[in-house]
């Protein structure tokens, strides 16, 4: 096998968003920290419970599917080097949050992480065991998972 190199820096997209007003808005797109990375992909399990030994995705009223401005709102910096709140990105046009958010999953390593979702979410209402989910490889291992779900 060949050698691995990774570097700690981040990889970063300058944005650049034209206001109501005219003027240029400057942001930046971030690829996720560790920490970023799991907290949102701990989100992508809140929906899915465990019952003996199969995966569960909770009831329709229950679920809230994951949005691009939370994704946003996880990796997109102002001016200032902070975090733009959902609330302010909420405020964007749909053309520029479907924009944003292409470009941050592919920044973050996460173009293909909802297909992948889709598919699995399908396999559990298919009565897919906890063993076979974790071939869907959300980083998550549903084994701890399942522990944390009985252990609350």
């Not at 808005?25 to 992909?41: D, M, N, P, T």
């Not at 609330?87 to 390593?109: M, R």
């Not at 396999?123 to 084994?143: C, F, M, Q, R, W």
């Amino acid at each position: 096998m060949g050698k691995l190199s990774f570097t700690l820096i981040r990889k970063e997209l300058d944005v650049e968003i034209t206001a109501v007003d005219g003027t240029l808005k400057a942001y930046k797109l971030k690829e996720f920290s560790g920490v970023q990375r799991k907290e949102y992909l701990a989100k992508f399990n809140m929906d899915i419970s465990f019952q003996d030994g199969k995966a569960v995705v909770q009831t329709a009223k229950d679920f809230k599917p994951l949005s691009e401005t939370e994704f946003l709102a996880l990796c997109l910096y102002n001016e200032k080097d902070e975090i733009v709140p959902e609330k302010e990105i909420l405020e964007f046009p749909s053309t520029a949050i479907i924009g944003l958010h292409k470009a941050a999953q592919e920044l973050s390593g996460f173009e293909d992480v909802e297909v992948r979702r889709r598919e699995m979410l399908t396999k559990i209402a298919e009565g897919i065991s906890t063993d076979e989910l974790y071939k869907y490889e959300l980083v998550v291992n549903p084994k701890i998972v399942e522990s944390e779900v009985k252990n609350g």
